[in-house]
């Protein structure tokens, strides 16, 4: 089993609540909203405020993923903006432990990013101990519609075989290039979600595009239902009645 979360950044801003909305209800599990500061990547997005209007209109798991220098003054902005679960950059923290413990001691699931440039052995195992997801970028962050490096798939499978003993139940997210038709080689190898952009955002019909890539991984598998409920059973109190 895996999951399916859209990232809104190649969406249509201009009508940004119905692309939610839409999307939402085409059945997608989550929404991966990239937070871009200009520094950490060459180019801005969204802020807390998008953050909370965006928890507005949907009652499924949100995940911000944050593309910033200096993590660290800005987690809390986006635990309070109704995030249920904050990614961020293993190269851009000095003290990842203190970020993570941050956001732990909001009651949120804390998530460490890695660029496909970056070496596997850049993550202590405290700090894989200590995180609840792992977001495996297997393009370069910044754009939608870029081709998933050729390695990500031995990547998934060297942290599986890390995490085993120390973090079972890692939740890995693959980001970039993921789309309908070739993302179950990526959750057969261990990934227990995909981010999505302009293969949904891109497709004539959404409904259609979240289908496909639901069949395409396989709803049953027994291991990772445990480790996908983690996230959906997040407590809602950032959620409220729709
Ligand atoms: C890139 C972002 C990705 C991107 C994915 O920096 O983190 O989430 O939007 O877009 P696709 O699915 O088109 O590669």
């Not at 965006?54 to 220098?69: A, D, F, K």
């Not at 190269?91 to 804390?110: F, K, T, V, Y």
């Not at 990500?152 to 980001?175: H, M």
């Amino acid at each position: 089993m895996a999951i399916v979360l859209a990232s809104i950044l190649d969406a249509d801003w201009s009508k940004l609540a119905d692309e939610i909305r839409d999307v939402d209800r085409a059945g997608v599990d989550g929404f991966s909203i990239d937070i871009m500061d200009g520094k950490f990547v060459p180019r801005t997005t969204f802020g807390p405020k998008d953050v909370s209007d965006i928890r507005n209109l949907t009652n499924v798991p949100i995940e911000v993923h944050l593309m910033v220098s200096n993590p660290e003054n800005h987690v809390e902005s986006y635990c309070d903006a109704g995030a249920d679960q904050v990614v961020f950059h293993i190269e851009a923290a000095n003290d990842p432990l203190s970020i993570i413990d941050s956001i732990h001691a909001r009651g949120l699931r804390a998530g460490i990013a890695i660029l496909k440039e970056t070496p596997l052995d850049k993550l202590s195992d405290d700090v894989l101990k200590s995180i609840d997801a792992l977001t495996i970028m297997a393009v370069t962050v910044g754009f939608g519609g870029q081709k998933p490096s050729s390695e990500t798939v031995q990547r998934i499978i060297e942290i599986r075989e890390r995490a085993k003993e120390i973090n079972p139940n890692l939740f890995v997210v693959i980001d970039g290039g993921m789309k309908p038709d070739n993302c179950s080689e990526f959750v057969q190898a261990g990934a227990d979600a995909v981010v999505i952009g302009t293969g949904i955002y891109h497709a004539s019909n959404y409904e259609e595009a979240i289908k496909t890539t639901h069949q395409n991984i396989d709803p049953n598998e027994p291991v990772s239902k445990k480790r996908i409920e983690g996230l959906l059973a997040i407590p809602s109190k950032n959620r409220s009645e729709k």
